[in-house]
């Protein structure tokens, strides 16, 4: 079974945590996030461009009142670079991870140690607002069409972390991974992933894939200790006003 690269997992995590609207002008896509974050809100090279055509996204992106972001993928070392010229910086590079999700399914999860619903309890929407992923990011969950849950994970008898998975096609994404501070370090990260790979499996899908900062080297310490396989990367180029 041949896994799925970059390329997929972009598209698996822009069906999975959509913006609230995205449009074509030019070459450029450029998506209302409404506060959503990032991913959401980046404008992305979706054709040939020339450097006059970049003042054209900018236009877009400040007529709704966002910044003037783009997301650069591999392979768009043109853009980055023209984009650096323009006095863009550099913010949040971001790697993607995979691992086939039989890989963390092989034996049971402790008994009440997490579970699977939609929509979420409130309860877990405190838990991600403890970690600053409010109402907006909320909302790009709800607008998600296809399959999904949230993962409410338990430790020492106490709700312990959260998480939001989704379903495109043979790819499972989990986003906003939370994890209550007084609980850290004792294993509810791992339960949160293997989890969503439960759940995964049981919906047919093959993969589960994610999305984390380079910044974030607790997580990217408990990724790769589960076996998952860095199969990309992006970065985005932000402008000050």
Same mark, same amino acid.
């Given at each position: 079974?041949?896994?799925?690269? /970059?390329?997929?997992?972009?598209?698996? #995590? !822009?069906?999975?945590?959509?913006?609230?609207?995205?449009?074509? /002008?030019?070459?450029?896509m450029i998506r209302?996030?409404? +506060?959503?974050?990032?991913?959401?809100?980046?404008?992305?090279?979706?054709?040939?461009?020339?450097?006059?055509?970049?003042? +054209?996204?900018?236009? !877009? #992106?400040?007529?709704?009142?966002?910044?003037?972001?783009?997301? $650069?993928?591999?392979? !768009?070392?043109?853009?980055?670079?023209?984009?650096?010229?323009?006095?863009?910086?550099?913010?949040?590079?971001?790697?993607?991870?995979? $691992?086939?999700?039989?890989?963390?399914?092989?034996?049971?999860?402790?008994?009440?140690? /997490?579970?699977?619903?939609?929509?979420?309890? /409130? $309860? #877990?929407?405190?838990?991600?607002?403890?970690?600053?992923?409010?109402?907006?990011?909320?909302?790009? #969950?709800?607008?998600?069409?296809?399959?999904?849950?949230?993962?409410?994970?338990?430790?020492?008898?106490?709700?312990?972390?959260?998480?939001?998975?989704?379903?495109?096609?043979?790819?499972?994404?989990?986003?906003?991974?939370?994890?209550?501070?007084?609980?850290?370090?004792?294993?509810?990260?791992?339960?949160?992933?293997?989890?969503?790979?439960?759940?995964?499996?049981?919906?047919?899908a093959a993969w589960l894939g994610?999305?984390?900062? %380079?910044?974030?080297?607790?997580?990217?310490?408990?990724?790769?200790?589960?076996?998952?396989?860095?199969?990309?990367?992006?970065?985005?180029?932000? %402008?000050?006003?």
């Amino acid at each position: 079974m041949t896994p799925p690269g /970059a390329p997929e997992l972009c598209t698996a #995590m !822009e069906r999975t945590w959509c913006p609230a609207a995205r449009w074509r /002008a030019g070459p450029w896509m450029i998506r209302d996030g409404r +506060g959503g974050g990032q991913r959401v809100s980046a404008a992305t090279a979706e054709a040939e461009w020339q450097p006059g055509d970049i003042a +054209g996204a900018e236009a !877009e #992106m400040q007529a709704l009142g966002q910044p003037r972001l783009f997301m $650069i993928r591999d392979g !768009e070392a043109d853009l980055d670079e023209a984009l650096e010229g323009r006095g863009y910086a550099v913010v949040d590079p971001v790697v993607l991870y995979l $691992i086939e999700a039989t890989r963390l399914t092989g034996a049971p999860l402790p008994p009440v140690s /997490a579970f699977q619903l939609w929509p979420p309890l /409130a $309860i #877990m929407a405190d838990l991600w607002a403890a970690g600053g992923i409010g109402p907006a990011r909320l909302a790009v #969950m709800e607008r998600v069409a296809g399959p999904k849950t949230a993962i409410l994970a338990r430790h020492a008898d106490r709700p312990a972390g959260v998480a939001f998975a989704a379903l495109d096609g043979d790819i499972a994404m989990v986003h906003a991974i939370e994890v209550a501070g007084a609980q850290r370090r004792q294993g509810v990260g791992r339960i949160v992933l293997r989890a969503a790979a439960f759940w995964a499996k049981e919906r047919g899908a093959a993969w589960l894939g994610l999305a984390v900062t %380079r910044a974030n080297r607790p997580a990217n310490a408990l990724y790769a200790s589960l076996g998952m396989v860095v199969v990309g990367q992006y970065h985005y180029r932000k %402008r000050s006003p």
